[in-house]
């Protein structure tokens, strides 16, 4: 069974920093590229950002570009996103997802191409 298990949201002030962690089990991590979504209220999921499974490509949403990054740790079995300069509109659950693919540098960034999904962390950036 997979779980994707997210950690590290929080309250911040804006221009604050918080670092999410996504912990994999049940996938075969290392053939899997990985996503962050977000969803914040009354709004639908909107890609973040996604990196792939070799890790050597990744694909930001404009809205976070110069800000967040993403990486990840197949020893550990762990996908990472740094957030820095955070703002009152990043407000929202963060969600990790997984997509095993054959493609080592393949980058996907729609939710529908996501077939596993992590419980969802709250980020909340105050003004």
């Known amino acids: 069974q997979v779980q994707l298990v997210e950690s590290g949201g929080g309250l911040v002030q804006a221009g604050g920093s918080l670092t999410l962690s996504c912990a994999a089990s049940?996938?075969?991590?290392?053939?899997?590229?990985m996503a962050w979504f977000r969803q914040a209220p009354g709004k639908a999921r909107e890609f973040v950002t996604a990196?792939?499974?070799?890790?050597?490509?990744?694909r930001y949403a404009d809205p976070v570009k110069g800000r967040f990054t993403i990486s990840r740790d197949n020893a550990k079995n762990t996908v990472f996103l740094q957030m820095n300069s955070l703002k009152p509109e990043d407000t929202a659950v963060y969600y990790c997802?997984?997509?095993?693919?054959?493609?080592?540098?393949?980058?996907?960034?729609?939710?529908?191409?996501?077939?596993?999904w992590g419980q969802g962390t709250q980020v909340t950036v105050s003004s």
């Open positions: 049940g996938v075969t991590f290392s053939a899997s590229g």
């Open positions: 990196i792939s499974r070799s890790g050597y490509n990744t």
């Open positions: 997802a997984a997509k095993e693919t054959s493609y080592s540098d393949y980058v996907a960034s729609h939710f529908f191409e996501y077939n596993d």
